[in-house]
Every structure is written in C-alpha cells, then in structure tokens.
C-alpha cells in the first residue's frame, strides 16, 4: 500500500531534549515536506526537500533540523524542543515538487 | 505575500442540506489550488486540484468550482460521514525555488442525521 508513515504518533517530551521524528514515504517520490498544524493557524510548511541531499527552509524554519540522505527518508529534527514547538506535524511527498502531496498521518507532539 | 482565507470556520448542517465552503486567496500567480479532507486525527487527504478559471471538479457530493479571487466547495444532501475539516491550500506560480503550498485554516464541517 502507497503511504507516508511517521513515528511516533504521539511524544510527550521535556525542554532541550533532542528528538527526531522519522517520515519515510514507498512512493519513490523526489519531493517531501514537513508542516506543523496549530489551531487558527492552518498548515506551515517547517523545510522541504527537492531530492535526495537537497533540502530548504519553509516559512517556519527556526528550532528545526531535516536531513534527507535516503529517498525515502526525510527526518525531522528538534535538537533543544521547547514548548511553543508544541504542535501537530505532518509529513508529506509528492512525485515532484509540483505534483500533489500526500500526507501522513502526524505526530503529535508535547514539549513540558 | 500569499494568503488564504477560508469561511465559515465552522459549519453544521443537518443531513441533506446542501451548503458550500469559501476559499479566498490573494497570490502574485496561481499554479495550482487544492482541497483535501481531513478527519480528527488523521492526515490531509486529497480532494481535488483546479488550475484554471472556470474550472470544476467533482467526487461523490462534493463539487469545487475555481475563480480568479477564490474556490468554492459545494456539499450537495451531505450525510453524516461527509463531516470533517475542509482544507483548502494553493501554490503561487513559480518563483526561484519555491514550491510550496500556503494553507487556510479549513472550514469544520458536521452533519446531524
């Protein structure tokens, strides 16, 4: 089954300590993005990824790391999470930048 | 800069009662507009894509029709299931490197049967 899949589905964590979110996608697709969704907000794309070890900063970049060393793969990193990177997180990847994306099912994240 | 407002931010209709869902925007060049569906919980899943002026698209109950200022989703004798929030989102005409899509905040939908 074509999907996107991230883990984990939920995180209560604490100020300052390093987390990654994984995403991996079986679509083969060249694009993926990461967003956070809060209320009244909508989505905003946090960084995106062209291809394999190519990847930009969205409109929310700041306390966010990704890397993108396997097609796959597009990890999200927090390296010191603090509490207003509370959020629902989703990833995202599309055949080519200009195709529509996919979604998985998101994480929800709590920083204390 | 790209903005999309969507309206109502809620909606409750009750079973078979036709209504529509606004998405206005405010971009230097439209590419692409899309809508999907998202249930509580769950990710984005996609609806529809208009590119054009003029353009309609429909599955099931729903229609979405495309201007130039803005996209209506029609719901026509929705049922209990067709509840949901409605995400609208468009991606600008190309500039340098940017692909991305600009979200609304989506319009909740809940039908009573």
């Known amino acids: 089954e074509a999907q996107v899949t991230q883990n984990p589905r939920y995180l209560i964590t604490v100020t300052g300590k390093k987390l990654t979110v994984t995403c991996s996608q079986n679509?083969?697709?060249?694009?993926m993005s990461w967003y956070r969704q809060d209320p009244g907000l909508g989505l905003r794309q946090i960084y995106y990824?062209?291809?394999?070890?190519?990847?930009d900063k969205g409109d929310v970049p700041e306390g966010y790391k990704v890397s993108r060393k396997e097609k796959r793969n597009f990890p999200l990193i927090l390296e010191s999470p603090s509490p207003n990177q509370t959020s629902l997180y989703f990833c995202?990847?599309?055949?080519?930048?200009?195709?529509?994306?996919?979604f998985g099912p998101g994480t929800r994240l709590t920083v204390l | 800069e790209d903005q999309v407002t969507q309206s109502p931010e809620a909606l409750r209709l009750q079973e078979g009662e036709s209504s529509s869902l606004n998405c206005s925007y405010t971009v230097s060049g439209l590419r692409g507009l899309f809508w999907y569906r998202q249930d509580p919980g769950k990710g984005p899943e996609f609806l529809f894509t208009?590119?054009?002026a003029g353009e309609e698209k429909e599955k099931e109950r729903l229609k979405a029709t495309l201007t130039k200022k803005e996209s209506f989703l029609h719901i026509t004798a929705p049922k209990p299931e067709d509840s949901a929030t409605y995400l609208c989102?468009?991606?600008?005409?190309?500039?340098?490197?940017?692909?991305?899509?600009?979200f609304g905040a989506g319009t909740t939908v809940t039908v009573r049967a």
């Open positions: 679509m083969n697709h060249e694009y």
């Open positions: 208009l590119y054009s």
């Open positions: 989102a468009v991606r600008p005409t190309f500039r340098s490197n940017d692909y991305k899509l600009s």
């Open positions: 995202a990847s599309s055949t080519t930048a200009t195709d529509t994306q996919y």
């Open positions: 990824s062209m291809n394999v070890e190519v990847t």
